[in-house]
């Protein structure tokens, strides 16, 4: 006889155990309390983001999964590769072209070039072609500039600092002293208590990267949070993505109320939980130019005893000097009580060298958890104020020479040209019939949209006229930051606008390319990771040589 127990009664008994009147009170009690959790879940999600959002949520990551089940097949998946690859190569032709008769060095050449040959082929990679002129001031936002005079002083204090690096203070000196001196110009602009600390850093995003690190530290050794949550507007800047990514933070983002697209700071307050490191606010905002409600957020921190940092790498050097140039404002830094850290791009409006910021702290006690230490490396004891060991002084000494030269008079000016600049160009897009312009921008950042025609079309069609402008999305719109050399070319640039917006009316039937036909298919497709994909192909392609 088998000792195996036939299939029938291996059945026949597990359905008696299963309808056994004490596994069904089991199975009631776990049924209910994964209702309660996702139930919670799902109250806390409508709490947060309100029912439309909520339902937009579900909507894309249902039809997310529909997706890719659909392309999942056979046919289907290879046909998208097939496009995916093709896009990808494209895009690749135009950021890499492989010229004939142009050049491609590949390995060290066995002879070194001499200085004549290096700056002639220092100049032919300066001369490539490009249909963007940065120089004639259409160009929104990236170059930062304070004029040829200002760069020649910024281009000399670079030569003669050009060896030099902060991780040796014992040898050079001079350069730690500028290190320390550009951070404490900038918590005096600020408004910064006397016990504030801060670091410079290479730019925006490692400084916010550093503001979440502290703050992870500092929760998880003075309140013993092992699961850190961060609260922070969905118009923030991706560098909180990449810091919760980096860091392993939940990043919760709130919706910004339609109307004067600022933060919902109530839904900021129905976020927070025992988990929660922080919230954050922009000063303003890269996509729309707008300052979040700074001192009701600032005010929510200090009550819940949490971390409010304030993105202020945008507005800079134009944010402080708002009211001294005739300019409304409203609070944002330090002399708010609940601010606890603001990071400043000193290499955007305060003209300097590109790969320099600033990230402030209230306290040099917040400021110690951004630091690293390894006390026990057997290369000895090593310790580092922020991301990098290394660092380039050159870049410090131009941040320096920047600030100097400039000083508060000179930002002063500035601001004055720059936001003028902005109100100018964000009162002609308001007399314009198709367009409108989002929120009520205080600062550099102008951002429109329109209602009748698609705004990347209207984009694609101001490249044709030598703008380069920025393109966000969710909800669609084209933005443009004044820099020093948009000031002279505002009027230029509402004609342009105004030729280009009548050229679409006058095609209804026109295919959309270019931005418009990424920004599209980019809508379309509910399953991110196929743009994810051609996001890294543009990656690739920049290193391809």
């Known amino acids: 006889m088998s000792s195996l127990v036939s299939p029938r009664k291996l059945i026949e008994f597990t359905f008696v155990l299963l309808n056994s009147p004490k596994l069904i009170h089991l199975k009631n009690f776990i049924f209910i309390l994964v209702l309660y959790r996702y139930g919670s879940m799902l109250l806390s999600k409508i709490a947060v983001q309100g029912v439309r959002r909520t339902c937009i949520d579900f909507y894309l990551v249902i039809g997310g999964a529909v997706f890719r089940l659909i392309t999942s097949a056979p046919g289907a998946k290879g046909k998208i590769q097939a496009e995916l690859d093709k896009t990808i190569r494209e895009l690749e032709e135009k950021i890499a072209p492989k010229e004939p008769g142009v050049p491609r060095y590949l390995s060290l050449p066995d002879v070194g070039f001499s200085d004549t040959r290096i700056r002639e082929e220092l100049k032919r ?139 919902d700071t109530k839904a900021v307050s129905r976020a927070i939980n025992k988990n929660t490191v922080m919230i954050a606010g922009s000063a303003p905002n890269f996509p729309h130019g707008i300052i979040d409600d700074i001192p009701t957020l600032a005010a929510i921190a200090k009550k819940r005893n949490i971390g409010m940092h304030v993105d202020c790498c945008l507005g800079s050097f134009l944010v402080p000097f708002l009211e001294e140039a005739g300019f409304p404002a409203q609070p944002f830094d330090f002399r708010l009580d609940g601010v606890t850290s603001i990071s400043c791009d000193t290499h955007k409006y305060g003209f300097a060298p590109k790969g320099s910021s600033v990230i402030m702290y209230r306290t040099k006690s917040l400021r110690k958890y951004q630091y690293f230490f390894c006390p026990d490396w057997t290369g000895g004891i090593y310790a580092s104020p922020t991301i990098a060991g290394s660092r380039p002084g050159a870049l410090i000494a131009g941040c320096w020479a920047s600030l100097m030269r400039m000083g508060r008079n000179g930002y002063i000016d500035a601001t004055k040209k720059i936001v003028g600049c902005a109100k100018i160009i964000g009162a002609g897009i308001r007399q314009m019939d198709e367009l409108f312009v989002y929120g009520k921008p205080l600062v550099s950042v102008v951002a429109f949209g329109s209602k009748t025609l698609n705004v990347y079309d209207i984009s694609d069609k101001m490249s044709t006229k030598g703008w380069n402008l920025n393109s966000m999305q969710n909800p669609p719109a084209v933005h443009i930051a004044c820099t020093l050399l948009t000031v002279d070319h505002a009027e230029q640039f509402l004609q342009d606008l105004r030729e280009s917006v009548n050229e679409i009316k006058s095609e209804p039937n026109r295919k959309s390319s270019g931005t418009a036909a990424i920004y599209g298919m980019a809508a379309s497709i509910p399953d991110k990771s196929i743009v994810n994909e051609v996001a890294c192909g543009f990656l690739d392609a920049l290193y391809s040589a």
């Open 125 to 263: 990679y300066q001369d490539m072609d490009s249909d963007v002129k940065w120089e004639d001031g259409r160009v929104s936002g990236a170059v930062y500039h304070g004029g040829k005079d200002h760069s020649k002083i910024l281009n000399e204090a670079y030569s003669i600092f050009s060896v030099s690096n902060p991780l040796h203070p014992e040898v050079f000196p001079g350069i730690r002293k500028m290190d320390a001196e550009v951070v404490a110009m900038v918590l005096d602009m600020y408004h910064a208590p006397t016990n504030a600390g801060g670091t410079t850093t290479s730019g925006g995003t490692e400084s916010i990267l550093m503001a979440c690190k502290a703050y992870r530290d500092w929760a998880r050794k003075e309140k013993g949070i092992t699961e850190p949550e961060m609260v922070v507007p969905e118009t923030i800047h991706a560098a909180f993505d990449k810091a919760a990514g980096y860091f392993g933070i939940k990043i919760i983002k709130i919706p910004i109320d339609p109307s004067g697209y600022r933060v």
